[in-house]
């Protein structure tokens, strides 16, 4: 790893926060137990998914299709899912996911107990489970950083990944186990239990469900605002490109690690299971070891460094003779996909404002999922034309150039942003607001000419600000018979939108406006006018 003492890297934490602290905390314990129960269900569903298709289907094609159907939900449900666990009670929302998967595994074993099951049907419940996963993942996203003091936020998300882990290695072995002695059946009809048992868990937390005073947002309009927020943050979409490089190249050896084992010598289901269970292991050493590398290296250190140890990772085992080799090789390649996840899973987390956090966590997992689902078939590809070991080695050379450029090209132009919600800016007041139509804002200033290059730059800072904020326009007009006077549009999709774009400035969206008012010289404040767009009608 790159040197602790280097002084670009940022200036570590005087005291570790222990990896089980969050743990300490009633709360989180408890919803973090119905979170390692959830990730072992949606294993031992896809296994037992998996193993029924082989009896009920001949071709390979439709077995392909049970990981099809688990992840596509990911891709088409991602946003909107975000933007209900950010506009509706999470609680709730996050309850109503738990009774969703319950519901479809016990549909399933209607299915199964009336020997009505086909390869279709079965397909179409995988479908829906895998809807009930896309709609759980943001909701619990977004409530991890209430759950814990802000110190111990990256211990809570390291937790979060561990218990992925251990699910991944639980899941199977039970859903196997419980196919070997009892048939596929009880294995949806275990899944359906645990389900139900993690919702009622949920209900035992008295979160208070605080509505915005503004009301719901609108769905399409909360998901346009998502996509906004993360445009026009570079700090988020630096975080986004870099989790999809990642896991893009990363998935590499998780796509052919079932040609490797059957490389190696008595390569079988066994030896597969062994390769998955050490790097589950070894990502589980390095959570609990993640305070120490968090105190002793920055986040781009711990990202860069897991990177490269990631590519050695992918490179040995392209070429390993055997499991003495291959096993340890596997418990550091998890150490280091853990340790990149997770520091890029903190990045997204800092630069998300809580009234956006699930709809940017939504993108941060669709880019995730997206770029894992397109890995795995490029390399898959590679390794078809050549082999399995050039693949592998051409995936870690890549991945290792790559994520170093952007993280070189990137990084210096961008900023921490304090993200404190703001009070400074009170909300307008009409005695008859307009209930439907655009709303459009301008606001004068005058500056002296001399800093107009300077005003100009703040004023595109600002302009960011404004649109990550839910604007739908922004624009800024010279006035070319007198030019000092600047005036600035600003387009809302309706007054209430107006008011909650205000009531979502941060310490950082402040500090700009006060940047920007700064360069007004006239003796009075910017005059500041809003109209209703002509064409619309008032309520």
């Not at 949806?188 to 919702?199: I, P």
Request: with cysteine; proline share 6%.
């Amino acid at each position: 790893m790159p040197s602790p003492r280097d002084p670009q890297a940022g200036t570590p934490p005087a005291e570790p926060v222990s990896a089980l602290a969050p743990l300490r905390g009633l709360v989180f314990r408890m919803l973090w137990g119905t979170w390692l129960v959830a990730n072992i269900c949606m294993w031992m569903n896809d296994v037992a998914a998996a193993w029924m298709m082989t009896t009920l289907a001949t071709t390979p094609i439709w077995v392909a299709l049970v990981q099809t159907a688990s992840t596509l939900p990911v891709f088409l449900l991602g946003l909107p899912s975000g933007a209900l666990a950010d506009i509706l009670d999470r609680r709730r929302y996050f309850i109503a996911t738990q009774f969703w998967v319950a519901a479809v595994a016990v549909l399933t074993c209607v299915a199964l107990l009336a020997e009505v099951m086909t390869p279709a049907l079965l397909l179409l419940f995988t479908f829906a489970n895998g809807i009930g996963l896309a709609m759980r993942w943001p909701v619990f996203a977004a409530i991890v950083p209430e759950l814990v003091p802000r110190p111990q936020l990256p211990a809570a998300l390291a937790l979060n990944g561990a218990a992925m882990n251990a699910s991944r290695i639980v899941g199977p072995l039970a859903a196997g186990a419980l196919i070997a002695s009892a048939g596929t059946l009880y294995v949806f009809a275990l899944n359906a239990v645990l389900s139900v048992l993690a919702g009622f868990v949920i209900m035992r937390w008295r979160r208070e469900h605080r509505p915005n005073p503004l009301g719901r947002e609108k769905l399409f309009s909360a998901m346009r605002t998502g996509l906004q927020f993360v445009m026009h943050s570079a700090r988020l979409r630096r975080v986004l490109l870099r989790i999809a490089l990642f896991y893009g190249h990363s998935t590499a050896l998780l796509a052919l690690l079932p040609l490797v084992a059957r490389g190696l010598h008595a390569g079988d289901a066994g030896v597969f299971t062994l390769l998955l269970a050490a790097m589950g292991l070894g990502a589980i050493f390095a959570v609990l070891i993640m305070p120490r590398l968090r105190q002793a290296y920055s986040q781009d250190q711990r990202v860069n460094g897991g990177i490269v140890v990631q590519a050695a990772a992918m490179a040995l085992m392209a070429w390993a003779p055997n499991l003495y080799i291959a096993v340890p090789v596997m418990f550091v390649g998890g150490m280091a996909w853990i340790t990149v996840a997770n520091s890029l899973s903190v990045s997204a987390q800092q630069a998300l404002p809580d009234w956006v956090r699930a709809r940017g966590m939504s993108l941060y997992q669709m880019a995730l999922m997206g770029s894992g689902a397109l890995g795995a078939a490029v390399w898959g590809q590679v390794a078809t034309w050549s082999s399995v070991g050039t693949s592998l080695c051409v995936a870690a050379v890549s991945t290792t150039l790559t994520l170093f450029w952007v993280g070189r090209s990137s990084a210096p132009r961008i900023r921490e942003e304090n993200l404190t919600p703001s009070n400074e800016l009170a909300a307008p007041v009409l005695a008859d607001p307009p209930a439907t139509g655009h709303v459009l804002v301008t606001i004068e200033y005058r500056i002296d000419p001399a800093q107009e290059a300077s005003f100009r730059a703040v004023m595109q800072d600002y302009r960011r600000s404004r649109l990550r904020r839910g604007a739908l326009k922004w624009e800024l007009l010279h006035d070319l018979g007198h030019p000092g006077v600047f005036t600035e549009h600003i387009l809302d999709e309706s007054w209430t939108e107006h008011l909650r774009r205000i009531s979502r400035m941060t310490a950082d969206d402040a500090e700009l406006r006060n940047r920007a008012r700064a360069f007004h010289v006239g003796e009075t404040p910017p005059v500041v006018r809003r109209y209703l767009v002509d064409g619309t009608e008032r309520g």
